[in-house]
Structures are given as structure tokens and as C-alpha cells.
């Protein structure tokens, strides 16, 4: 007998008939035998609509409170959930994080999970019944209620696999797995059986939105068996069959693993880059530009900076691109005044585009390919980095798709 732990995402808990199924499907693996924990996300397009009337009632809302709010979605799943669960003769039992207890730090729409007491959900698996646990959310060390940032119940699941040393996560989602691309960009994107839990971490990193990325880092340090697969599938599939199909996250490349080099192309489109030119090359420039910018609370991603010529540089660095008018204003003002600088120059129209994959660190040449492919397709590349798994360029928007497409063919992803 194990313990198993299912997450379920908005889609997958998006009507009452899917939490039927839902619960058909936890129902099944619990006669099997086995003892379940289910973490669910709250019921499609909610989180939105409650954060939606929290911006309607203030514009800038406070964020203790926009996580006392959207923190309720989940709570209202797993509720709907335990009962399906009775309808279907199993006894269970939902709590929300702060009743587990699910601690976290007080970092409100952005917590992170410091621990989880185990003893509550241990003792009810332990009466046979099935526990269901709200995702997404925690407690802090004042007792307000934390939420752990959007996709963030990917997490809770992984957090509690961890705790409970479960056997296995199984993340239910809409898709079947982990795909080679966005099977929306590109038609011939496939699926992988297994992808390395580094090349998994790159792709969640890379703007992949299958994990969410702090779910990957929890299984990662834990170790935690964790597979992504589909609950739109009959929920009375056959075990030994569900257990074999979705994507395995594993920590170790086995003779098994494809011999691919490249295991997939994750793409983020919403990016934006910002030039400071002719910046005097001398020790804190770097501090200088990029302080403000971390005090904003901007994720600075790429960055270059050029060989100086006569003791002047220009120095790039890319922005989520939401964050691109608040990055450029802070350094509009200080690059002439206290840096010295000539002047900055700003592109919010620009994405990355990333080839991920293990094989890298024994074949060469992987760059010239993509550099070759990307040429033959006439793109720019306007800025690149590498990984010892990944090369990640950035080129003008609107040939993302292209280079997605084109990279995908070249490296062979749409053959098995
Ligand atoms: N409901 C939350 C969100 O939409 C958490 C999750 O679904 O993982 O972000
Ligand atoms: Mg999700």
C-alpha cells in the first residue's frame, strides 16, 4: 500500500461533472488498494474572477487581502470534491492549508512553503479515508492566509508528496504531458515518456506553463517521483495503463531515455529588452544599472555586456515585458544623471526562444545548428545565453513561432 498524491488543475475540476470524474478516478485508486492524497486547483477561470472583483472594489489592492480572497477558490474545490468522493462511497475529508497546517513565509501572492505538518493527513489515510487538501495556499507565522503565486497548486502537490514521502505525484492536467513544444505553435510537437527533472526545471524556467516552476525545484530537492498526465481520459482506465501513459519527471538519464539531444523548445513571448549605451567601463556599472531595477522587484533574465572600446560599453539585459515601462523609467532617469551613460534604448516587442536538452553536455555543435537554422529562416538574433543544457535566444516577436517551428524540424523533435 502507498501513498499517492493527485493534483488536479482548473480544467480538470472546471464542472461539476469533471469533479465527478475526479472523484471516479481517486475512487479507483483507492480500491486498488492504495492511499490518496488530492490537492486541487480551484475550479477554472475562478482565481481570475476573484481577483478580477478584488481590482474592481481597488485598484491597487492590498495583498494580504487579495490572498484572504483568491485563496477561497480552492477551498470551495475541495469541498465540492470531498463530497463527490461520498457520493462515491469513499470516505474523505477536505481541509484548506492553514487547517493541514501548510506553513509558509508571510511573502503574500508569492509565498513559499517552509514545512508541512503531517500528522493530521497520517492519521486520516490511516482510517481509510481520502484527504483532500486545498492547493495554492498556506498559513503564515501570524496566521494570515498566503497564497503561493499563480500555477502555485502544482506546487502545494509536490510540497505534500514531499512531506508525506509519497510514492509518486501524479499531476492531472488538460494536456497528456510534457510536450517536445507548445503543440499550439507547432502541430508537430509530441510527447515526451520522460524528460530529465534539469531539462524539466530549464523548460518550467523557460516559459513551458505545464509545471509551475517552483513545483519542479520541490521535486527536485525531494526527489519526488512526479508525473504529469491527462484527466480528461476515462476515469476507470485501467491502473497499470494510467501508470504508463503522461510524461515522468526522472533523476537520472537511464539507457532508456531518448537519444535525442535536444528534448524540447520553450519559448517566452512576452519578454522585452533594454540597452544602456556607451556606459564608462569601470567596477559597479553593472550594481549601478541593474540595483534599481532588483529593488523594483524586476526579474532581470539576459544579460550582456560588451567589450569596452575607449573605456565605454553597451550593457543589454531583458524584462518580462510587463514590467518593461517601469524598468526603462527608473533607468531613464538615473543613466545620464549618476551613471553617465549616452543614453538608453528599449524594444518591449522582442521573445525568447530556447533549445533544452541533456544530450548537450556530450554533443557538440548543437549552437552552429540552431544558430544555421535560424539563419536559413532569415531571424535576427539579438542577443543569446547558454546553459551546459540550454541555448536561449532573443529575436523580434513576431519570428518566435518561426523559430519555434524551424528549430523544432532541424532537431528532429517530430520524429520517435
Ligand atoms: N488557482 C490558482 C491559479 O489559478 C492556482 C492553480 O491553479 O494552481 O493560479
Ligand atoms: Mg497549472
Same mark, same amino acid.
Given at each position: 500500500m502507498a501513498i499517492i498524491i493527485h493534483k488536479y488543475g482548473g480544467t480538470s475540476m472546471g464542472s461539476v461533472e469533471r469533479i465527478q470524474n475526479v472523484a471516479k478516478r481517486v475512487a479507483k485508486w483507492m480500491r486498488a488498494g492504495h492511499q490518496v492524497v488530492v490537492v486541487p486547483s480551484a475550479m477554472s477561470g475562478e482565481t481570475n474572477r476573484l481577483l478580477d472583483l478584488a481590482k474592481e472594489i481597488h485598484p491597487t489592492p492590498n495583498p494580504r487581502e487579495l490572498d484572504q480572497i483568491a485563496s477561497t477558490g480552492e477551498q470551495v474545490s475541495s469541498g465540492l470534491l470531498a463530497l463527490a468522493l461520498h457520493r462515491e462511497g469513499i470516505d474523505a475529508v477536505s481541509y484548506a492549508g492553514w487547517q493541514v497546517t501548510i506553513h509558509t513565509d508571510? @511573502?503574500?501572492?508569492k509565498a513559499r512553503i517552509m514545512g508541512i505538518e503531517d500528522e493530521k493527513i497520517r492519521a486520516d489515510l490511516n482510517l481509510g479515508k481520502a484527504v483532500v487538501i486545498t492547493g495554492f495556499q498556506g498559513v503564515d507565522p501570524n496566521g494570515n492566509i498566503t497564497t503561493l503565486g499563480r500555477g502555485g497548486s502544482d506546487t502545494s502537490a509536490v510540497a505534500v508528496a514531499a512531506a508525506l514521502k509519497a510514492e509518486e505525484c501524479l499531476i492531472y492536467t488538460d494536456v497528456d504531458g510534457v510536450y517536445t513544444t507548445d503543440p499550439r505553435v507547432c502541430e508537430d510537437a509530441r510527447r515526451l515518456d520522460k524528460i530529465t527533472f534539469e531539462e524539466m526545471l530549464e523548460m518550467a524556467s523557460l516559459g513551458s506553463k505545464v509545471l509551475q516552476i517552483r513545483s519542479v525545484e520541490f521535486a527536485g530537492k525531494y526527489q519526488v517521483k512526479t508525473r504529469v498526465l491527462s484527466s480528461l481520459t476515462d476515469p476507470l482506465i485501467a491502473l497499470e495503463q494510467e501508470m504508463k501513459s503522461g510524461t515522468l519527471i526522472t533523476f537520472e538519464e537511464d539507457s532508456?531515455?531518448? @537519444? @535525442?539531444?535536444?528534448s524540447g523548445i520553450a519559448f517566452a513571448r512576452d519578454e522585452a529588452k533594454i540597452t544602456v549605451l556607451s556606459v564608462p567601463d569601470r567596477p559597479g556599472i553593472a550594481y549601478q544599472i541593474l540595483g534599481p531595477i532588483a529593488d523594483a522587484n524586476i526579474d532581470v533574465d539576459m544579460i550582456i555586456q560588451n567589450q569596452s572600446v575607449d573605456g565605454k560599453t553597451d550593457f543589454t539585459f531583458t524584462v518580462p515585458r510587463a514590467d518593461y515601462q517601469k524598468a526603462f523609467d527608473l533607468l531613464k532617469n538615473s543613466v545620464q544623471a549618476h551613471i553617465g551613460a549616452k543614453d538608453i534604448l528599449g524594444d518591449p516587442k522582442v521573445s525568447k526562444v530556447s533549445v533544452v536538452g541533456v544530450g548537450m553536455r556530450s554533443h557538440v555543435g548543437v549552437a552552429s545548428k540552431m544558430f544555421r537554422t535560424l539563419s536559413e529562416e532569415g531571424i535576427n538574433i539579438l542577443m543569446i545565453s547558454t546553459s551546459e543544457i540550454k541555448i536561449s535566444v532573443v529575436v523580434d516577436e513576431k519570428y518566435m513561432e518561426l523559430a519555434v517551428r524551424a528549430l523544432h524540424k532541424s532537431f528532429e523533435l517530430d520524429q520517435r
Open positions: 508571510s @511573502a503574500f501572492t532508456t531515455m531518448e @537519444a @535525442a539531444v535536444i
